[in-house]
T-cell receptor
């Protein structure tokens, strides 16, 4: 069965530090990849998505992610985090034969002033 | 996203009670989903619907049922609530997307359900 793994469950960073959150999936075919963010007390919002084309995708609020097909990875990055980036981040994958998103278990990011 | 609304936002109930969570959307999407979120487990799919006449079980459908009353409405019911159904429940919608692939999902604000 397809699965999505997020390696870091809890991350604590100081403001201005760089961020990289790992995401790996276990499906060999064509995939669509997503990163969602959930700010405290809010619903999930789309940060960015990859369907095809340039494997480096840029999203909102300065986030970007790189799709590396050979590594089955879609890691999320931000050069300099802000306190307002404190949130839970979810990687999600869907396939051409799939019907819905498969979510990772999430990474909780705390950015300290 | 105000395009997807959920009611109620919070609910506390007792074991054995029947509960209905409602979801409405104004995005005009055909596809609707119900997920539950538990700490450390991410989001898990309960049911999904591709249109009014097409309803399917997700990975954790036991103890739940759904009704797709219209394109814009998708309700989730707990026929006899139990404490391990305490969770945050999200409704989501999506368009069909390219070549039938699931497209970006848009989430409602969530319903926090507590079963005592």
């Amino acid at each position: 069965a397809q699965s999505v793994s997020q390696h870091n469950h809890h991350v604590i960073l100081s403001e201005a530090a760089s961020l990289e959150l790992g995401c790996n999936y276990s499906y060999g075919g064509t995939v669509n990849l997503f990163w969602y963010v959930q700010y405290p007390g809010q619903h999930l919002q789309l940060l960015l998505k990859y369907f095809s084309g340039d494997p480096l995708v840029k999203g909102i609020k300065g986030f970007e992610a790189e799709f590396i097909k050979s590594k089955f990875s879609f890691n999320l990055r931000k050069p300099s985090v802000q306190w307002s980036d404190t949130a839970e981040y979810f990687c999600a994958v869907t396939t051409y034969s799939g019907y819905a998103l498969n979510f990772g278990k999430g990474t909780s990011l705390l950015v300290t002033p | 996203d105000a395009d997807v609304t959920q009611t109620p936002r919070n609910r506390i109930t007792k074991t054995g009670k029947r509960i209905m969570l409602e979801c409405s959307q104004t995005k005009g999407h055909d596809r609707m989903y119900w997920y539950r979120q538990d700490p450390g487990l991410g989001l898990r799919l309960i049911y999904y619907s591709f249109d009014v006449k097409d309803i399917n079980k997700g990975e954790i459908s036991d103890g739940y049922s759904v009704s797709r009353q219209a394109q814009a409405k998708f309700s989730l019911s707990l026929e006899s609530a139990i404490p391990n159904q305490t969770a945050l429940y999200f409704c989501a919608t999506s368009d069909l997307g390219r070549a039938g692939v699931a497209d970006t999902q848009y989430f409602g604000p969530g319903t926090r359900l507590t079963v005592l």
